[in-house]
């Protein structure tokens, strides 16, 4: 588990209060903050400048968004979905994933009357009832974007995988490889499924027992096997690149052919293939050396709106585990620079000092220097003390003799230089101070 994620694990204290999280759902607590909001604005650069539209849709949706589209034999429709009583003859779930609900507002609002292909983009959690574990939690949260419409364009698979993988970059995460592989189309697919079934077959005593059941099932999924006795059986195997498609192997070499032009790192790998049901031709995930775990995902979804209902409409995404890679962040982002505003503390000796102090934080409200101050400590050495620790620069002294004199003593943190100036012009020198 994370070490942002341990809990106390003092059992005295856990016996007095028991309550906690749900399993595999995390608080993001404070000290996590400035984590989250990095990231997040990394997002949110990339998606602005490539031009991606924000789109924000419902945690919860209509389960048949999801049971039509992702594959009844995913694990996620399988077992992982959390379905959400109340909604009357209704059936909602706690989206799993991103992409099916933004189809489904991209046919719902009409979007295919708007100049093609529209780029999105989201941020936010989706719910999964996975057996929590190290970078698998049940609420976790992903930034995702999805190029919808248009035409079949290799060139939109590789500007998904460059916005996911700026994002990692300006992480700083380190040693980044994606891996490509295409998992064929409707034309393909049947025949390649249909050779690997047979290579299968005739090894199906060794397979374990989720294989045996995906062989009659969801074949492809056979190459993802993490179990020991199916891993040796993937390299033999028929491989999907020399079984593609000439439209899908066309395509495909033209993605790599840009990744190539945008001198990005990849890698193909022929047994790479994805979870859901909705994806054809290019898939790909992103890894670093530092984690055994895809830190970003996504696809090709050329079927995906059809199925929803929609014409043919292609499109493609890709999506970041957010939890991931802050988990990475951790390790390489300087604390030092967790804030980058200006801060001042205010120390007050007495209820008269308090109660000025009350009012002139009002004041610098205004400008765009925080202040922070300790009401529930009254000794001034106790407050001082804070003062050192809270990284403010200036702190600001106001004794019974100031509030008399309308006056306010200025302390440098650092140097433990100080001066007496006229209350009325604390901010204006403040100001002047920080600059
Ligand atoms: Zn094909
Ligand atoms: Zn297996």
Not at 40 to 46: A, E, H, M, N
Not at 89 to 97: A, W
Request: glycine letters at 6%.
């Amino acid at each position: 588990m994370p070490k942002q994620f341990k809990k106390s694990t003092d059992k005295n204290k856990r016996q007095k209060f028991a309550f906690k999280s749900p399993k595999g759902m995390h608080d993001i607590l404070p000290d996590d903050q400035f984590y989250w909001e990095r990231l997040s604005k990394y997002g949110k650069d990339v998606a602005e400048f490539y031009g991606y539209h924000k789109i924000e849709t419902p945690i919860l949706e209509d389960a048949e968004v999801f049971l039509k589209t992702l594959g009844e034999e995913s694990d996620v429709v399988e077992k992982e979905m959390f379905f959400v009583k109340g909604g009357g003859k209704d059936k909602y779930v706690l989206r799993p994933e991103g992409t099916a609900p933004v189809a489904r507002a991209f046919i719902e609002y009409g979007m295919s009357h708007r100049p093609q292909p529209v780029k999105l983009w989201y941020s936010g959690p989706m719910f999964r009832k996975e057996q929590p574990q190290a970078g698998r939690f049940r609420q976790f949260h992903q930034i995702g974007f999805e190029i919808i419409g248009g035409s079949i364009d290799p060139i939109y698979d590789a500007q998904i995988i460059l916005a996911s993988f700026h994002i990692l970059e300006q992480a700083k995460i380190k040693n980044l490889v994606i891996n490509v592989n295409s998992i064929g189309c409707r034309i393909c697919r049947p025949h390649y499924r249909k050779k690997l079934i047979e290579y299968y077959k005739k090894n199906e005593r060794d397979l374990c027992v989720d294989c045996k059941r995906r062989l009659k099932t969801n074949p492809l999924r056979l190459l993802d096997c993490k179990n020991a006795n199916c891993a040796p059986l993937k390299v033999k195997a028929p491989s999907l690149l020399d079984n593609i498609c000439v439209s899908c192997s066309s395509h495909l070499k033209l993605v790599l052919e840009y990744l190539d032009e945008l001198s990005l790192p990849y890698v193909l790998n022929p047994h790479l293939v994805r979870g859901l049901d909705y994806y054809s031709k290019t898939v790909f995930e992103i890894f670093t050396d530092q984690s055994p775990l895809a830190l970003a995902s996504g696809g090709r979804y050329d079927y995906l709106l059809e199925t929803m209902g929609s014409r043919p409409t292609p499109g493609t995404g890709s999506a970041i585990g957010m939890e991931r890679v802050i988990e990475l962040m951790r390790a390489t982002h300087n604390a030092s620079a967790k804030s980058s505003k200006e801060k001042v503390f205010f120390v007050y000796l007495g209820d008269l000092a308090k109660k000025k102090v009350l009012k002139l934080i009002e004041e610098f409200r205004r400008t765009n220097i925080i202040t922070q101050e300790s009401f529930g400590k009254d000794l001034i050495k106790r407050q001082m003390m804070l003062a050192d620790k809270s990284g403010a620069q200036l702190a600001l002294i106001l004794g019974q003799r100031e509030v008399f004199e309308e006056t306010i003593i200025i302390r440098d943190l650092k140097s433990g230089v100080q001066e007496t100036i006229p209350i009325t012009k604390v901010v204006d020198v403040v100001k002047k101070r920080l600059q």
